[in-house]
């Protein structure tokens, strides 16, 4: 059984006892934490007397995950927070600081979320190929919408009217920078730019806008002290992209070619970091995600149709294979590149882009990064500190005095089996604890 809490009183003060504590990088020593309000108060130390005492009963307690590549929507906030993801980084879509004031207000039971805003892209470039032809709201959406309260409803329809409105031109270095200070007007947190010729995504020959108009538009937006992470899906625009001076690449490029080492050498001398998104590597490879669509504890927190988009894959470029993936990135992990956990999952259950959900995508990446060969520390890492501290979010990611208490308390160890990430106790969210879970 699960249940929702209401918001912590900003003068209540909770310890969590008696558990083993992954702080974001490493096992520490103290057994407990405080915290008072929204805020971990003490890691260790005294209990206040008047504090209430939760015990922990030896399991896990981590800091609230984060994915750092999504496109989302209030339903997928929601469905996150439900797998301990507090915190989603959206990379083209509606919620930046102007968007989150109009839609998320008075909304408490969903994660966190930062935004790119629009992204860059040419005139029916990237995504352009991923989204319904016409202006009719296809079937998914309606069908989505008829669960969904009014509030929700009229939120979702915000963000499918911004996906699908005449995105503003990019064909010029002056459009290039116009649009840049749209998105930071708007009060998007970081920039997005799409280097996507579309043979990933079955779909050769996408437009792409020229090297200078987006170097341009890289060199504006780090006039604004903005991020800006790169749409790349293959070696040659992952090159392209750093050669830019681009901080991330939003994906990890999907061949390996004769030239990889030189690429990750060039990329590591950079110091951008990599959300390599395995998840959605092994879905572009035609791989669903039958097995975490099956695990209990996924299926119990899904809606059947996420469960649906689980079970199928995008299968746009069968002739991949995950070997070169792995390779990829444990490659770039030993050269000492960032690597963050993200997924690419829709706002909204698409039919044609599978193998991804909200929240357990991320529990299936940190599986995959183990896999590829990750210690399950560094899978966390990529989930917890290395995500916030990339993105400059101080407040969180760590388990720290002074840090955000969104925490997450599982029942297992997954220093040992990562796996164990899943079996989620109970979820702090700002100090609030918003989910308990009762295990039978």
């Known amino acids: 059984m699960e249940k929702l809490n209401q918001n912590a009183r900003l003068d209540e003060i909770t310890a969590i006892t008696n558990v083993r504590i992954f702080d974001g990088y490493q096992i520490i020593v103290p057994r407990h934490i405080v915290i008072k309000g929204v805020s971990i108060i003490s890691v260790g130390g005294d209990i206040p007397s008047d ?4 015990d922990g009963e030896n399991a896990t307690l981590m800091p609230g995950l984060i994915d750092a590549h999504v496109h989302t929507s209030i339903g997928g906030l929601r469905d996150a927070l439900k797998f301990g993801v507090t915190t989603e980084l959206e990379m083209n879509g509606d919620f930046t600081e102007r968007g989150r004031e109009i839609q998320l207000k008075n909304v408490d039971d969903i994660a966190d979320v930062r935004s790119a805003g629009t992204a860059i892209t040419a005139p029916g470039g990237h995504p352009d190929e991923l989204l319904p032809d016409g202006d009719e709201i296809p079937e998914f959406v309606l069908k989505e919408l008829e669960k969904l309260s009014e509030e929700d409803r009229e939120a979702m329809l915000a963000a499918y009217a911004h996906d699908h409105d005449e995105i503003p031109q990019v064909t010029t270095v002056e459009e290039a920078i116009k649009h840049v200070h749209t998105q930071v007007e708007n009060g998007s947190d970081y920039i ?5 010729e579309g043979t990933v995504m079955g779909a050769p020959g996408l437009p792409v806008l020229s090297d200078e108009i987006l170097k341009t538009a890289v060199t504006e937006a780090h006039k604004f002290d903005k991020l800006v992470i790169a749409h790349v899906l293959t070696a040659l625009s992952s090159k392209a992209a750093i050669d830019f001076g681009v ?16 690429l990750v050498k060039s990329i590591a001398n950079s110091g951008a970091f990599v959300t390599p998104c395995l998840v959605l590597n092994s879905s572009i490879i035609g791989n669903p995600a039958s097995e975490l669509a099956n695990d209990p504890r996924v299926h119990s927190k899904l809606s059947p149709d996420w469960i649906d988009i689980l079970n199928s894959s995008f299968n746009t470029f069968p002739q991949g294979n995950m070997e070169n993936s792995f390779k990829n990135v444990m490659d770039l992990h030993r050269a000492g590149v960032d690597i963050l956990v993200g997924t690419d999952v829709a706002p909204v259950p698409v039919p044609n882009l599978g193998g991804l959900a909200h929240g357990a995508s991320v529990h299936h990446e940190m599986q995959l990064l183990v896999k590829a060969g990750f210690t399950p520390i560094e899978a966390l890492q990529a989930a917890t500190s290395k995500p916030a501290r990339c993105f400059g979010l101080h407040d969180r990611g760590r388990i720290t005095e002074g840090a955000r208490a969104d925490l997450i308390l599982i029942n297992g160890d ?3 089996n990562i796996s164990d990430t899943l079996s989620i106790k109970s979820v702090w969210f700002n100090g609030s604890q918003k989910l308990v879970v009762y295990i039978s």
Request: net charge negative; glycine share 8%; proline share 7%.
């Open 414 to 416: 997954p220093i040992t």
């Open 192 to 196: 997005k730019i799409m280097i996507e």
């Open 51 to 54: 504090a209430t005492i939760i």
């Open 247 to 262: 901080d991330g690449l939003g994906h990890l490029f999907i061949d390996r070619p004769e030239y990889t080492s030189e």
